[in-house]
Nanobody, 115 residues
Framework: QVQLVESGGGLVQPGGSLRLSCAAS????????MAWYRQAPGKERERVAR??????TNYRESVKGRFTISRDNAKNVYLQMNNLEPEDTATYSC??????????WGKGTLVTVSS
């Protein structure tokens, strides 16, 4: 089992920045990829960014150039979000798994972009 705990959400004005953090614990050796997902009210959950154990990253088209996913070791993953837009408002969740099969999920942290 892998446990994931997110932090860093909050209220920010359009054009502002936030940094989300995800701390993983447990059977870290069983995973080779971590990702950030988001779900806005009334909408489907969507993958925002993903990073593999080798450092390969991929992003949703709408966040390219604004969001950056990174990791500092096998346990911590971050999402730096710049130039935030109201459309980025959602609950952001950290996920971990093998390749694109996300098996473990955090509870999420709310990001609200509003003036």
């Amino acid at each position: 089992q892998v446990q994931l705990v997110e932090s860093g959400g909050g209220l920010v004005q359009p054009g502002g920045s936030l940094r989300l953090s995800c701390a993983a614990s447990g059977s870290i050796g069983s995973i080779n990829a971590m990702a950030w997902y988001r779900q806005a009210p009334g909408k489907e959950r969507e993958r925002v960014a993903r990073i593999t154990s080798s450092g390969y990253t991929n992003y949703r088209e709408s966040v390219k150039g604004r969001f950056t996913i990174s990791r500092d070791n096998a346990k911590n993953v971050y999402l730096q979000m710049n130039n935030l837009e109201p459309e980025d408002t959602a609950t952001y969740s950290c996920a971990a798994g093998v390749s694109y099969d996300m098996r473990y999920w955090g509870k999420g942290t709310l990001v609200t972009v509003s003036s």
